[in-house]
Structures are given as structure tokens and as C-alpha cells.
């Protein structure tokens, strides 16, 4: 007799509800299909891979155990969401993530009722999941918090403040450390397994309750001693003192891919009295899919790829990839200057500073998801002389800014920045886009601010950086590839403040920052074409402005437009600042600013982000015409109406 199709249960889980219906020896089952699912949504959209492979069983395990969406559950980070958002009522759209229009490729508020709290940076969970604990616990309503973050979160000092105050939330607060890198786990095996078992008991923690209650009745050092003996003995068996130190229960460690031990550690701490608790969970990235478990960064983040092989789509040969081009110009640098070296914050290959780091190990610091004691470890390297890079994305470096102002900025510090992500970012949308960091740096006293139109003008940029010793110094230039000019054998050092004319015209004048200069030169041509004569500027710099350049270009011609890609307050601010303050607004001058919408644009493809955003080639074009076209002189702020 043929062997009867196993029906796959997948199909029949269209939210946790479902999930919980069913026989907990079935959930072995459910959580193979669901990494298959994973898999093969991935394999089609690309995204991060296997961040949610190694979180598959604790996803099944903690939608069977807690009840969501009552009880919140808040993923750390939330690319290891995948798996959640297939349980969660919307695998039917699971090959849209990180398109335009589809989902988004972390947990999002406005998405579903089981994204309680949206995120996409790192180490924020456990802070949120206080809120909704201690909100619970203050209306009176019934429902738990569970916050999962990664073992590499936890090297960010706000999971620590966070866990600091949280033992006013009692048991309404649960925190899963998924341990995916052993980083802090002893082994483990059956003996931990069935410890953690027994420590998550109501019996043993009513027990231990007893046996605390007994010893603070004991004379102060009986009592002392028995509390360090009752620590140091579940901290020698299970890891867990610096977390009872900050006020957590602990359990762990545990295996995060045998359900048969995570289902009823769950079960015992969801029903235990105390509170808060820490679970140890120890996961391994990319599990169960091969090709992920074999490679280095376990399929971290990829491509679309055949699922059978695991071979991922490959770009067409092209120009190098900004961060690449970076990296490259700072070990050049650094080889005529042992004062150079480069810190990063958990990103060395995303910054390029993995060949620095290759090169000169003992100048290269990765601190870790840090980034605020990275500015300051910068600032305190300049301080002693030494001419450090500091290399974040321009998203991440906004988590940093009470440093950069109060660490850098006030005490005239040479640090230099290379903002890498600048502008907007595709597929990983508005949690990474590069938006603001013109206008929160250009804000500042003391500080340079400049933006890269290509990969030659990186590289001029980044030996300025190296040789600027008075003051802070920033670069910033976009994801993806460079525009396939040539690299300069020998770097230029750039005048300070002083930009370039790459076209000449008479009646148009656009003033480009960044790399929106090639749609700049694009809109030249369509306008050349119309009769309208038009000059391309590259102004290099956002701060300080090359003012002599722009007065001259908004005298001589009729229209003028500054392009970037960044928010308002960045250089069309300063732009308008200039012209108000010279009294050039009384010039009649017709000058208009394009930038970034006030908005939090979701993902899609670049190319359709900046068109939507109103800062390509056809967006310059209509805003020329319509400035021509307006009658009344003065000065008009705006973009396409």
C-alpha cells in the first residue's frame, strides 16, 4: 500500500490561535514546514535569511505557549521575523517582503496586530517590552511582554539600562536571549536542559522564595552568606549571575531547536509567580537549511537564490560598491600614517573597514552594536593624538548623537566620519534610510560635512578626512555602486568649503550635493534641449558652504535649484539661510529647493524611491519650468506642487 501524503499543517495555521489547537507532537511537523516556507519565500525576495531559520522552533514554541496577541511579543532588531509573520495571518504575502507595496522586512506596527512594536535597529526590545508590561500592570489588564533579543543586541549598553529598571514589571516581563554565536553559552546538553527545566518550576521557585524569605529573618552576615551561596551555585551550574544581578529570574541554558525541552520551560516561566525572567536560549544561525549553516555569515543577508543549491543571484560585473571604494582609500591612507585607525560598530564588512582591518589589525576596532561609546572611543582616540575613522551608517550614527554633539563637536574634536548609507536605501526602507544626518551634523559648530557625487570624489574626500586635524570632519555617500568613473592613482586634499562647476550654462543654475549629480546632469541635457542653457554645480560641501559660488551662480542666472538627498534643514535650508542673510532675497532671484519629502518612505526600489521623493532628472525639469513660469519674484521654497 502507497504511503499516504503527510497533510502539510502549514496550510492550516492562518494565525497563533490555529497554532495552539493543535497537539504539541504535531509542532515538530509544523516547524519543518514552516523553515521550508522560509526558505522559499527568501529564495524569491532575497532579505535576511538566517537570522530566522535559527529562530524557527523558538517562534513556534513561543506562539504556542503565550497568548498572543494579548500576550506582546517584540522581536529585537526584527529580521529574524519571517517565521513570525508566516504564523501571524500573513504568509499569503510572505513574497512581497522588502518590495514596494509588500511587507516590510521587519516587525511594523501598521502591518498587524502581532507587530506590536516596530523595529529595525538594534536593542530596543526590552525597553519597549517594560512599557507594555508596566502599562499592563497599571491598568489592571491581564497580558505578559516577551522580548527576544540576539546575544550580539546585548553588547549595547540600553539592554542593560533597560534591564536595570525592570523589576517593577514582576512577571508580566519575559526576556528570551537568543544565544545564536555560543558567545556565552556553556554547553549544552541534557543535564542544562533538564536543570533549566526544573530551576523554571513553580515548585523550585516557590522553594527558593521559602528559602530567601527564611534567610532574611538570618542575622546580616547568615543572611549574606546564604544569598552568594545560593548565587554562585546557579551561577557556576547555569551562567545566570550578572542577569540575577540586574534583577532577572534565569533560566537557561537551552536548546532553541528541541521543542520537547523548549515547550515546557516556556510553559513553567508563562505560569511562574516570579518575575521578571531571563531565558537563555542557545539557537544556531541559518539551521536546517545547508548552504546557510556552511557559510561564514550564515546567509545573514541575500540575494534572491535557488533553493536547491543555495546559489544566489549575482549583480552584473559593475563599478565597485561604495563602501568598497572607501575601505580601499582608507588602507591607502593608513599606510603612509600609522596614526589612522578605524572603528565600526558590529558592521566591518557593511563600512568596507574589513580590508583596514586585514591590513592593520592592531589600528582596526569593531566595539560591537555600540555605536554611542564608538564616538567617543573615536573622540578620546583624537583627543591623544591618534586620527581616527569612525565608520557607521548614516541610521545608525543618529543613536550616537548626544555623543557626536557633547564628545565631538563642543570640544572641536578631529574625528572623522564616513557616513556610509547616505539617502535612501531600497528594500530595508525607512528604519535604514539615510535621511537626516546632513541636517543633524551640518547643525553643529565646528563641524565639515561633505557628500560624495561618485567614487573618485570618495576617495579626494577621504585623504581630506585624513589629513583634517582641526576639527570634525564628515563624508557621506550612498549604498550600492559607484558610477564606474576612474579612481585617481594620487587623492586630491579639497579646499575646505569650496565646491566645483562640472557644466557651464547662463540662465539655469542646479547646485548638486551628492550623488543626485548625475540626475543634475541629466536634467541639464533636457533642459539644454528646450533652449535653456543650463550650469551643473557639485558643491562638495554642506558645511561649511561655498558661499562666493553660490552668490555668483544665483546672480547670473535666472533660476537656480539645489538638489540632495537628505531632509529639510540640510543645504537647501542653508542655501535659503545664505540668501536671506546677504539679502540676496531681495535680488529677485527665482530659487528653488529640492529635497527629501516630509514623510518615512517605505521600501522599494532606489530608483522609484527618489522619483516618488521628486529628485530625479524629469522632477529638476518640472520645477525649472514651473519657476519660469511663475510671475512673482522672491524667493518660493518648494518642490513639484
Not at 357 to 363: E, G, K, L, V, W
Amino acid at each position: 500500500m502507497a504511503d499516504v501524503p503527510q497533510t502539510p499543517l502549514l496550510d492550516t495555521v492562518h494565525s497563533p490561535a490555529d497554532l495552539r489547537a493543535l497537539p504539541s507532537t504535531k509542532l515538530r511537523q509544523l516547524a519543518d514546514e514552516l523553515r521550508a516556507e522560509t526558505i522559499s519565500a527568501v529564495g524569491v525576495t532575497g532579505g535576511h535569511l538566517g537570522s530566522g531559520l535559527g529562530v524557527v522552533e523558538l517562534t513556534t514554541a513561543i506562539h504556542y505557549v503565550f497568548d498572543t496577541p494579548r500576550d506582546r511579543l517584540i522581536w529585537d532588531v526584527g529580521h529574524q521575523c519571517y517565521p513570525h509573520k508566516i504564523l501571524t495571518g500573513r504568509r499569503d504575502r510572505i513574497r512581497t517582503l522588502r518590495m514596494g507595496g509588500g511587507l516590510s522586512g521587519f516587525t511594523k506596527r501598521s502591518e498587524s496586530e502581532y507587530d506590536p512594536f516596530g523595529a529595525a535597529h538594534s536593542s530596543t526590545s526590552i525597553s519597549s517590552a517594560l512599557g507594555f508590561a508596566i502599562a499592563n500592570k497599571i491598568k489592571g489588564v491581564p497580558g505578559k511582554a516577551i522580548a527576544v533579543i540576539g546575544d550580539g543586541a546585548m553588547s549595547a549598553g540600553m539592554a542593560y539600562e533597560a534591564m536595570n529598571n525592570a523589576e517593577a514589571a514582576g512577571n508580566r516581563l519575559v526576556v528570551i536571549l537568543n544565544d545564536n554565536d555560543m558567545s556565552i553559552a556553556p554547553p549544552v546538553g541534557g543535564l542544562s536542559a533538564y536543570l533549566s527545566r526544573i530551576v523554571s518550576s513553580r515548585e523550585f521557585l516557590s522553594l527558593r522564595e521559602l528559602a530567601r524569605r527564611f534567610a532574611r529573618k538570618l542575622p546580616r552576615p547568615l543572611h549574606s552568606a546564604a544569598r552568594k551561596t545560593d548565587e554562585f551555585a546557579r551561577g557556576m551550574a547555569m551562567g545566570g549571575t550578572l542577569f540575577e544581578e540586574l534583577g532577572f529570574y534565569y533560566v537557561g541554558p537551552v536548546d532553541g531547536h528541541n521543542l520537547e525541552q523548549l515547550i515546557p520551560v516556556l510553559e513553567n516561566v508563562r505560569d511562574a509567580d516570579q518575575g521578571p525572567i531571563l531565558v537563555h536560549v542557545v539557537t544556531k544561525k541559518g539551521k536546517g537549511y545547508g548552504p546557510a549553516e556552511a557559510a561564514a555569515d550564515k546567509y545573514h543577508g541575500v540575494q534572491k537564490f535557488d533553493v536547491i543549491t543555495g546559489t544566489q543571484d549575482k549583480a552584473p560585473p559593475g563599478p565597485p560598491a561604495y563602501q568598497n571604494v572607501f575601505g580601499a582609500a582608507l588602507v591607502a591612507e593608513a599606510a603612509n600614517d600609522p596614526r589612522i585607525c578605524a572603528i565600526t560598530a558590529a558592521m566591518p564588512s557593511g563600512t568596507g573597514l574589513d580590508k583596514f582591518a586585514a591590513a592593520y589589525p592592531d589600528r582596526f576596532f569593531d566595539v560591537g552594536i555600540a555605536e554611542q561609546h564608538a564616538v567617543t572611543f573615536a573622540a578620546g582616540l583624537a583627543a591623544q593624538g591618534m586620527r581616527p575613522f569612525c565608520a557607521i551608517y548614516s541610521t545608525f550614527l543618529q543613536r550616537a548623537y548626544d555623543q557626536v554633539v557633547h564628545d565631538v563637536a563642543i570640544q572641536n574634536l578631529p574625528v572623522r566620519f564616513a557616513i556610509d548609507r547616505a539617502g535612501l536605501v531600497g528594500a530595508d526602507g525607512a528604519t535604514h534610510a539615510g535621511s537626516f544626518d546632513v541636517t543633524y551634523l551640518a547643525t553643529l559648530p565646528n563641524f565639515v560635512v561633505m557628500a560624495a557625487a561618485d567614487e573618485a570624489e570618495l576617495v579626494h574626500m577621504t585623504h581630506t578626512c585624513a589629513l583634517h586635524d582641526s576639527g570634525p570632519i564628515a563624508v557621506r555617500y550612498p549604498r550600492g555602486n559607484g558610477t564606474g568613473v576612474a579612481l585617481p592613482e594620487v587623492p586630491l586634499q579639497l579646499e575646505i568649503g569650496k565646491g566645483r562647476i562640472v557644466r557651464e550654462g547662463k540662465k539655469v543654475a542646479i547646485l548638486s550635493l551628492g550623488t543626485r549629480l548625475g540626475e543634475a546632469l541629466k536634467a541639464a541635457d533636457a533642459l539644454d534641449a528646450r533652449g535653456l542653457s543650463t550650469t551643473v554645480a557639485d558643491l562638495r560641501f554642506a558645511k561649511p558652504l561655498d558661499e562666493a559660488l553660490i552668490r555668483k551662480l544665483l546672480t547670473t542666472h535666472e533660476v537656480a535649484v539645489t538638489i540632495e538627498e537628505g531632509s529639510v534643514g540640510g543645504l537647501g535650508a542653508h542655501v535659503l539661510t545664505l540668501v536671506s542673510d546677504t539679502g540676496l532675497i531681495d535680488a529677485g532671484l527665482k530659487l528653488r529647493t529640492l529635497r527629501l519629502p516630509d514623510v518615512f518612505q517605505d521600501q522599494d526600489k532606489p530608483d522609484k524611491q527618489y522619483a516618488e521623493a521628486g529628485l530625479d532628472a524629469d522632477a529638476i525639469v518640472e520645477t525649472v519650468l514651473k519657476a519660469l513660469r511663475h510671475n512673482s519674484g522672491g524667493v518660493v521654497e518648494g518642490a513639484r506642487a
